[in-house]
């Protein structure tokens, strides 16, 4: 692994349900590197295997064939919750992430002690508190006047932008995204996307963002690749994204699949 490759995954291959009639390939030979500080979006219809790679990479499953290498370790056999000390990862649900009968700052705590044994004493220190209340200030949702509140009682914009907080809050090495703004109205998906790449960009952070949304994809981010069945078929760098349309994404994925992408939330604009 090269001293400035962040990710590295070896032909990841995933089938689910082998030897039945529910048998479904999800990753059929994935190869893909991400440097350090690459943004990277993800596109692809329902099915291309997209949140199948978080995954595999997250450890949520062990996969049936390939390698991971995260920071220059060998993370392919390691379980999910020794992979979250170097990962951050905010999901598709607002709901998913927090724990909503704790508090803003309990949560954003549990977040700071991510891959840390945890002892008897757990108290919050002024310290710790302040660069909190500096935090939550800089999403501009004044949260920062309610680290008392439950999480529960938070719309799912508030909710959403908290998760990404506390999913950068230690500087991971890998930042997975899948999906995260899908749930939410236009007008708050847009401003949780600002504040996505504000956070990546002021922490200097590798991101892998799932998205179903093209526009999204090509301005977001200084790479983008194309998912279908299981593989990846395109790969575009921060020069080819400045220069194309959706309408030329689509074009270029019926090429390189020989089909056309049947998948109306594809095409928002």
Known sequence: MAENEMLVLKDLRKTFNPGTVMRKMALAGVDLTLNKGDFVTVIGGNGAGKSTMLNAIAGT???DNGAILLGGRDVTHLPEHRRAAFLGRVFQDPMTGTAASMNIEENLALASRRGQSRGLRWGITAKERALYREKLASLDLGLESRM???VGLLSGGQ???LTLLMATLKQPELLLLDEHTAALDPKTAEKVLRLTRHLIKENSLTALMVTHNMKDALALGNRTIMMH?????LDLNEEQKQ????EDLLA???????????????LLT
């Open 61 to 63: 499953f062990q996969i």
């Open 243 to 246: 220069h194309m349309t959706v």
């Open 229 to 233: 069945e299981g593989k990846i078929i």
């Open 252 to 266: 270029q994925f019926e090429k390189a699949s020989g089909r056309e992408l049947a998948n109306d939330r594809m």
């Open 148 to 150: 008392g509140s439950k």
């Open 159 to 161: 909710r959403q932008a």
